[in-house]
């Protein structure tokens, strides 16, 4: 693979007659005929760091690598820094650097955050089911190459969620793992919510399935026995649907 391609470089149209493309530049050719490659790592950096979330203490840049050696006719103009609107990624970014004129080219440059930054681990093994506690968490510094996506860097975010699968100690903590919790339980006292003809009217009931937050629960009415279906709307209170 040539250079070029290694880099993602590409070129204009071709040349006619005597006129050298860029990979052809003669080995004599003035430093200041080039392009300077700090400069174009520069561009991408400042580019790169307007997309990306600020660096902490403990993180820094890494640009490209860009071949030291490259050889780009200097652009007449400014050099364009161009990001595409589709990222996955929160820690790298890739920038796409433009020339104009008649020795167009354009060059992709890879700007990436590396360094260590707060991860919430588990502090021991945690059973499925469980619901967080800050005693069940701590925090470490990572490497953030290695972190899976979605992982916590504040463990009071996931204080109070619930472990949607088993987690053993030493895990990093990341959304896939965690659910919200129930509001309401199995077996639970609750108290059931109607709207009868625009007056809110409250009951007392038992929850006979576990539910989340606007998860729909089946619910008995104390008073009338009848079991009936709602919506949990928050801790203890149940909606009752009226089909």
Not at 136 to 164: C, N, R, W
Not at 221 to 232: D, M, P, R
Request: glycine share 8%.
């Amino acid at each position: 693979m040539s250079l070029a391609a290694a880099v993602g470089l590409t070129f204009g149209p071709a040349p006619t007659g005597a006129q050298a493309t860029q990979a052809e530049l003669p080995q004599t050719a003035a430093a200041t005929d080039l392009q300077d490659i700090s400069q174009l790592e520069a561009v991408a950096q400042a580019a790169g760091a307007r997309e990306l979330p600020p660096l902490t203490n403990r993180q820094r840049f890494l640009i490209g690598p860009l071949q030291p050696h490259l050889q780009l006719q200097r652009c007449a103009g400014p050099v364009k820094p161009v990001i595409g609107t589709a990222r996955h990624m929160q820690d790298r970014v890739t920038v796409e650097l433009r020339c104009a004129g008649p020795s167009a080219w354009h060059l992709y440059v890879p700007v990436r955050v590396i360094g260590t930054t707060p991860v919430t681990i588990a502090a021991h093994a945690i059973v499925l089911g469980s619901v967080l506690t800050a005693a069940d968490l701590k925090v470490e510094q990572h490497d953030m190459s290695e972190l899976p996506p979605g992982y916590f860097d504040d463990p009071a975010i996931a204080v109070g969620l619930t472990a949607a699968r088993p987690i053993s100690g030493g895990a990093v903590i990341t959304n896939q793992q965690l659910v919200a919790s129930k509001a309401v339980q199995r077996g639970q006292a609750v108290t059931l919510l109607a709207d009868a003809g625009g007056m809110s009217v409250r009951m007392a009931g038992r929850a006979l399935s576990d539910g989340l937050v606007n998860q729909r629960v089946r619910v008995q009415n104390l008073s009338s026995g009848k079991i009936v279906e709602g919506i949990a709307r928050s801790e203890q209170i149940v909606e009752i649907i009226f089909q």
